[in-house]
């Protein structure tokens, strides 16, 4: 399916390409992804006193323990910023413990507490049957493709990340670029103006009718 499609003329616009939505994948993968996060946010909030963010930091703890900060970021793509709040309101609350790495002392290793444990079971399974919701009207074999198809596009992501477009041209370089063109050459200019002129018809008609009396 194209990612464009050509919207009809609208007021004082004409005919122009714009994005189709029902098509274009970045959309449709950032809507599905903003609306899951912002609900999963508000009832986490609501009935564990977390946020989706700190929901990410646990159920990452969860499946690789003790581990730093950076590698929570790396994996979820986590803001450092956003990461390093949540840590210090889960070591508030008691959900997590933070210790010097040993190997290397300017790293903290985070691990999660009993608590933070039961609080990771919790909301699991509250994560579990939205996903379950969410994918309701797939088979199995669909959600195995999607699977693969996100796979694939999470891999591509490096690609996009060193994507560097090309600046736009200056009005200095607009002029250097028409004066550069190839111009006619002096003796194809010659040639034009010492081209025989197209003679215009006869008009002794006119003076042979104009004559009669």
Known sequence: M?????????GYDS???????????PFLLSAVAIKWSRSSSRLYLEHFGVGITEWR?????????RITSNRICEVT???????SRSVQSLLKAGYLTEAEDKSDNRRQILELT?????LHDRIMAMA????????SDLSQRDIETLTDL????????????????EPP?????????????????SSRLKARSTAPKTKKASTSWRAGFSSKK
């Open 77 to 83: 793509g986590l803001d450092k910023a956003a990461a």
């Open 114 to 118: 009993p608590e933070g444990y039961r």
């Open 169 to 185: 041209e200056t009005l200095s370089q607009q002029s250097a670029r028409l004066v550069a063109a190839p111009r006619p050459s």
């Open 128 to 135: 579990l049957k939205r996903a379950r919701l969410l994918t």
């Open 15 to 25: 005919e122009r390409e714009v994005l189709d939505l029902e098509g274009y994948v």
């Open 57 to 65: 930091m646990v159920s990452t703890l969860a499946i690789e323990p």
């Open 150 to 165: 996100m796979r694939r596009l999470l891999a591509s992501v490096p690609s996009v990340l060193d994507f560097t477009p």
């Open 2 to 10: 194209p990612f464009t499609k050509l919207r009809p003329p609208a």
